[in-house]
Nanobody
Framework: QVQVVESGGGLVQAGGSLRLSCTAS????????MGWFRRAPGKERERVSC????????YYVDSVKGRFTISRDNAKNTLVLQMHSLKPEDTAMYYCAAGLRYSDTESFTCGEPSFRYWGQGTQVTVAS
């Protein structure tokens, strides 16, 4: 049984930092592209960042470039999103997701249909 569990959310002042973690069990972690998505109140879920199975290639949505860093540790089945310079518009439920890779290349698609397993989410609230 695959389980994806996020942690690390909370309330932070604008300009502050948070570190989100995600652990996945019941799967071979290195076989999966991993991603972070978020849903803000009243909005659709959007992609934030994705990372290839090896960790060498990553994608960021424009709004978080230069502020967020995604990383993974395949030995520990762990995905991390380090967030700095947080803004009120970053307030959202953040979801970790795993999508099976189909090759040994670094290519991936950072979109919801590519991700099969999802966590329940962790809330990030940025106060102005």
């Amino acid at each position: 049984q695959v389980q994806v569990v996020e942690s690390g959310g909370g309330l932070v002042q604008a300009g502050g930092s948070l570190r989100l973690s995600c652990t996945a069990s019941g799967l071979t972690f290195a076989d999966y592209t991993m991603g972070w998505f978020r849903r803000a109140p009243g909005k659709e879920r959007e992609r934030v960042s994705c990372i290839s199975w090896s960790g060498r290639t990553s994608y960021y949505v424009d709004s978080v470039k230069g502020r967020f860093t995604i990383s993974r540790d395949n030995a520990k089945n762990t995905l991390v999103l380090q967030m700095h310079s947080l803004k009120p518009e970053d307030t959202a439920m953040y979801y970790c997701a795993a999508g099976l890779r189909y090759s040994d290349t670094e290519s991936f698609t950072c979109g919801e249909p590519s991700f099969r397993y999802w966590g329940q989410g962790t809330q990030v609230t940025v106060a102005s």
